[in-house]
């Protein structure tokens, strides 16, 4: 027997057109004046429009600002608070993905406590508790809807450590598929690569629980499934709304569980090459997956039996063979580039990423098979 805790702090509206229901929900929070950051891919969107109508037709005060940043540094978020001087809210709205509720979240902690933002990076003690923040994804997603992180860049280590804050759960997060039918293909597979690296390594990291592993389950059925499906039927909702909530409930198995070796190998990836946060996780996804497999991890047979179209008759150990197999299938069904040389990484950056092995140790060390930084240099190398 175990013991353990979990936690889930997030009123979940869910479905089709509830973005509509902010300005209702907004009211019977009591708040008479909120401030929306909404990303500058989303600044027109039908849906959006209307949910933000929502806020003024309840009679809300209501002033917008835009998001311009995708993956905001610490100067960023420090500037866009200046936005904010001598103006004071009830609660925030977020609005965008995970880009504009990282910043909506480090905004929320920075306007109820006094410091640059900078000095909130890792894990603060929070003096006041930050304004409550409603989250509305635009993408599906980093879960970032439910989790208490908000992640930003250090520009001068070009590291990507974020503020992290159990007071800063998103009090509310409103999932509308109606919002991602018209997300570019690009974003969805990006997004929802990252959702996937999420639910895996939740499932497989070492503090995961009984409760971490039923989120990581559903959602890893519900994405692996319905990607695939997506890039044929990108206008469907019930897609759309599937992938949605598998990223929900990954991002719920993350905070609950953690995250491991491919998430960490993309904050630098993100930070020093820019490449995009769910492809940068997905580089690695693949390759770690098969060290675990080949040094005798056997867990993944529960997934593959999720997967639509398996032969769940075959033995435990062939399971998790061909579990590698369909990480790697849907990585090149999504056209996720598995090649470092994709983003102009040549062998000194090589180098550098395998010596990222060091930095990285603690977060490698949750996958529950042991990654030497041998077996790092030959995956890195695999991946030039
Ligand atoms: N807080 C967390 O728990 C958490 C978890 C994982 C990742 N993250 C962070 O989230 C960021 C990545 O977020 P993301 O992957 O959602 O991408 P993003 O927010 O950076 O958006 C990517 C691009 O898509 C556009 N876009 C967003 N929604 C759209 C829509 N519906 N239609 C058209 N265009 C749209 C944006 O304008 C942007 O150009 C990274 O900084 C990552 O580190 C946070
Ligand atoms: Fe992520």
């Not at 300005?23 to 959006?48: C, S, T």
């Not at 959702?195 to 692996?224: D, G, I, W």
Request: aromatic share 8%; hydrophobic share 40%; charged share 20%.
């Amino acid at each position: 027997m175990i013991n353990f805790d979990f936690r889930i702090s997030t009123h979940l509206h869910y479905g089709a057109g509830v973005s509509e229901k902010l300005g209702e929900e907004i009211k019977k929070l009591g708040y008479a004046r909120v401030a929306a950051v909404v990303d500058q891919g989303v600044f027109n969107h039908p849906q959006i429009l209307k949910a933000l109508d929502s806020v003024k037709q309840a009679g809300i005060e209501l002033e917008i600002f835009k998001n311009t940043a995708m993956e905001p540094t610490y100067s960023y978020l420090e500037n866009f608070r200046k936005n904010f001087t001598g103006k004071t809210y009830d609660g925030l709205i977020g609005i965008g993905g995970g880009s504009a509720l990282d910043l909506t979240k480090g905004l929320a902690v920075l306007l109820t406590n006094e410091g640059e933002a900078l000095s909130f990076r890792g894990f603060p003690q929070l003096k006041q508790k930050p304004l409550p923040v409603l989250a509305v994804p635009t993408t599906a997603g980093t879960g970032s809807e439910v989790t208490f992180n908000a992640v930003f860049t250090e520009e001068k280590e070009k590291k990507k450590l974020g503020i992290n804050s159990w007071a800063n759960f998103p009090v509310g997060a409103f999932i509308d598929p109606l919002i991602t039918v018209n997300c570019p293909k690009n974003v969805t597979v990006s997004a929802g690569a990252d959702a996937l690296v999420h639910t895996l390594e939740s499932y497989v990291h070492k503090n995961h629980t009984p409760v971490s592993r039923m989120y990581s389950l559903r959602a890893f059925q519900l994405l692996y499934n319905n990607l695939i499906k997506v890039l044929k039927e990108p206008a469907d909702v019930e897609i759309r709304g599937n992938i949605a909530l598998g990223a929900y409930l990954a991002g719920v198995a993350l905070i609950n569980s953690g995250s491991g070796p491919s998430g960490a190998f993309s904050y630098p990836l993100g930070a020093v090459y820019k490449v995009p946060h769910g492809y940068a996780g997905a580089m690695f996804l693949p390759s770690i997956t098969n060290i675990n497999i080949r040094k005798g991890y056997q867990d993944y047979a529960a997934l593959y039996d999720l997967i639509e179209g398996v032969d769940a008759s075959i033995s435990l150990k062939e399971k998790n063979i061909k579990f590698g197999d369909k990480i790697q299938l849907l990585m090149d069904t999504l056209e996720v580039p598995q090649k470092l040389s994709h983003y102009k990484l040549g062998p000194a950056d090589v180098d550098f990423m395998i010596g990222q092995h060091d930095v990285l140790k603690a977060a490698i060390a949750q996958n529950p098979i042991e990654i030497t930084k041998e077996e790092t240099a030959v995956l890195m190398k695999n991946l030039a």
